[in-house]
């Protein structure tokens, strides 16, 4: 008597990498309404500074709405979130992701999902913001910047949570802060205008504080965070070895808390400081120093020096 063969089981095929449905065009418009409305805030920013629209309390106002907002994209949805640069406990893994949310550049699940795929297919097929989509010459380059700066934004395709943030798919708190999205792109927008008239005692004090704190700060930290999509995939120099066309661009650098030392961070993703050669200023790298200071968080991976020598190149620096 034969028995039949006993067939190993084939292991599961991997989830794709985009989610079966497709954005809708309510929600492409809906993306379209929060990022165009404030940059047309930022252009009418100009004549109506020049006509003393602005006062020292909404200076101070969009300063710390735009470091608050900026690090919880930085230090938050990116170098924790993301990479996995230090672990946080509870309380500060909470807040960040509040802060991050506080930007307007989306869910922290979906942020997160995004980038890792982007981390992926660096400047490749897959990509979903790079800047060399298009081919290499100047016209398909022109369209490439344009469609890592912005246009991206609008594709239809949605980048599998299931695929690239399981493990924050399975934080309850995570999980709760990305549902609660909606109510927190209305609290960056009240939080400051509520603070600037209750610091004037005004109504203009809190419409001012609602235009500089909230749609001109949101347009800043938005097209800042951008440029490191398509700017610093671009242009720049190339300190560090790496796949693809990462480069380091000095002057986003205090804009961007550090992340335009783009280069070392592709060669290095899940370092915790970007800026790592002398002069390099990386502010969010010295926020996730004071918070290993306090406390709050632990196992933080500084750069390596022999790590860091084995990826340099010629390039001066």
């Given amino acids: 008597m034969t028995t039949a063969p006993v067939l190993e089981s084939s292991p599961p095929a991997p989830r794709p990498e985009i989610e ?16 165009t409305v404030p940059f047309i805030a ?20 969009t300063a710390v709405f735009y470091f608050i907002s900026a690090a919880g ?13 230090f672990k946080a406990n509870r309380g500060l893994k909470i807040f960040m992701a509040l802060a991050g949310s506080l930007a307007m550049e989306g869910p922290v699940i979906t942020w997160v999902a995004d980038h890792r795929r982007h981390h992926k297919h660096s400047d490749k097929e897959f990509d979903p913001h790079s800047p060399w ?12 910047l344009a469609w890592a700066h912005y246009g991206w934004l609008f594709d239809a395709n949605r980048t599998s949570k299931q695929r690239f943030t399981k493990d924050l798919l399975n934080d ?7 549902q609660w999205f909606p109510g927190l792109v209305a609290v960056s927008f009240l939080l400051p205008t509520v603070l600037g008239g209750l610091l004037t005692m005004s109504w203009q004090g809190a419409l001012t ?3 500089w704190a909230g749609l001109v700060r949101i347009t800043l930290v938005h097209h800042v965070t951008w440029s490191i999509n398509s ?3 671009t242009f720049g120099k190339e300190h560090f070895e790496v796949r693809d066309k990462s480069r380091n661009v000095w ?3 205090i804009p961007s808390l550090g992340e335009s030392w783009h280069n070392l961070h592709h060669s290095d993703p899940t370092c915790a400081r970007h800026g790592v050669l002398k002069g390099q200023v990386d502010i969010s790298a010295r926020v996730i120093w004071l918070f290993e200071k306090a406390g709050w968080a632990t196992d933080v991976r500084w750069p390596d020096a022999d790590r860091l020598a084995s990826k340099r190149t010629n390039q001066a620096a």
């Fill in 133 to 144: 989509r298009f081919g290499d010459d100047w016209k398909a380059l022109a369209k490439g």
């Fill in 209 to 211: 504080a609602l235009f």
């Fill in 231 to 233: 700017i610093c995939h």
């Fill in 42 to 61: 930022l252009i009418a920013a100009v004549p109506l500074a020049w006509g003393k629209f602005l006062g020292w309390t909404d200076v101070i106002i």
């Fill in 172 to 178: 309850k708190d995570i999980v709760r802060i990305h």
């Fill in 20 to 35: 079966p449905e497709l954005r809708g065009v309510g929600e492409r418009i809906l993306i379209g309404a929060f990022t």
């Fill in 251 to 253: 002057w986003l650098a």
């Fill in 73 to 85: 994209i930085t230090v938050g949805y990116h170098r924790y979130f993301t990479h996995g640069s």
